[in-house]
């Protein structure tokens, strides 16, 4: 498990103070002329009546802006692990409208898309919208005004998020490399490594019948891999309910420690992301953990609103480990998948169903019930 010096020296494994000093992210700034470019090919998708489904690199023609987005894609797979596309005011479109940007733009960074829940939901609305009536504590964490812990969005290889609308204060999204973590971990947590590196984490992924897998949260190679989400380890306190036998292995002392100097590294060396409304931000989920502080909607507005897709692009896609691989099926193998039929929300649904199981701060779809998958990221 020794670093090789292409671990050491990749720029993945940036500090946040280096990552300051350089200039910070990179960020595709759309000038007048793009964002026209963009408009056009959105005008061609209506004309065409092009399905969401169907937007794709050759539907959504974005010719002069293609170069600065296919840099980006080439940022979040092999350079910093994130990019951000500072985009159209989404004011000035409809809810339609702005779904068809941002999955043309975001398919310049990857042109596949994971399903999200057994319902077929393609994308997700992260926000705490005002006309739920189910209170806070019976939703998902995505879908109230609390901060998220450290985590990933466990199944996708690129997490898209498109922020529609900012909070008054707080809700700001931090990122964590999983590189730079590593190395302070092979310097001073050996043990903790080890620990991450095991493939013994129980992953729950439903709770009735209550089913789990066992997997590591962390692969060296070549590159360094993560994946994890803390709601979904161990047993969850549902699970209880459902079967008093427990059959969900709670998590080990050593394993609760291994998340908790995680987190706290996680900590140490995060970056908080400077986002606006309208922009589009690409994060490499294999490379960087993130999380969310909590915030405060005004009374009046629609309060913070992001949207979320979950991407690959096969030609710059990572080999994940067939130990990680559970949650990347879901999303996006099977022919059950492929078959599915997909939906794009413009919007979040009116009415909020309380779900029976919440898992965490990300979920995938493996094995859930279908009002299970409503979580996820920032």
Known sequence: MGPGAAIRSHPMGWLPTELVRSGGPLVVDLTERDVAEV?????ACKLAEVDPDAVSRATFPLPTLATQLERASHQVHQGQGFAIVRGPNPQNYT?????????????????????????????????????????????HGIHTTTGLAWHCDMGTEVLALHVRSKAHAGGDTYVASAWTIYKELMASYPDVLEQLCDPSWPIQVSVNPPKYFVAPLMHISDKVLISVDPGRLGLHPATAAVDGG???????????????????LATKFRHRLDLQQGDMVFIN???????????????????????????????????????????????????????????????PNPVYKPP??????????????EDVNSSGSV
């Open 39 to 43: 408009e056009a090919a959105l005008e």
């Open 95 to 139: 809810a339609e409208d702005n779904v068809i940007i941002f999955l043309g733009i975001s398919s310049y960074l990857g042109e596949q898309r994971g399903v999200q829940d057994k319902k077929g939901s393609m994308l997700t609305h992260v926000t705490d919208s005002k006309i739920w009536t189910a209170p806070p504590e019976m939703r």
């Open 246 to 264: 427990f059959p969900v292995p709670a998590l080990t002392r050593r394993q609760r420690m291994a998340l908790e100097v995680l987190s706290e």
């Open 285 to 347: 989920n294999l490379a960087l953990l993130h999380a969310r502080d909590p915030y405060v909607d005004s009374e009046t507005g629609p309060g913070r609103h992001v949207v979320r897709l979950w991407l690959r692009n096969p030609h710059l896609a990572w080999n994940i480990p067939l130990a990680m691989r559970a949650p990347w099926e879901a999303a996006f193998g099977g022919d059950g998948l492929r078959a599915m039929k997909r939906s794009y929300p413009a919007l």
């Open 356 to 369: 029976r199981y919440t898992a965490g701060s990300a979920a995938f779809i493996l094995d859930d019930s």
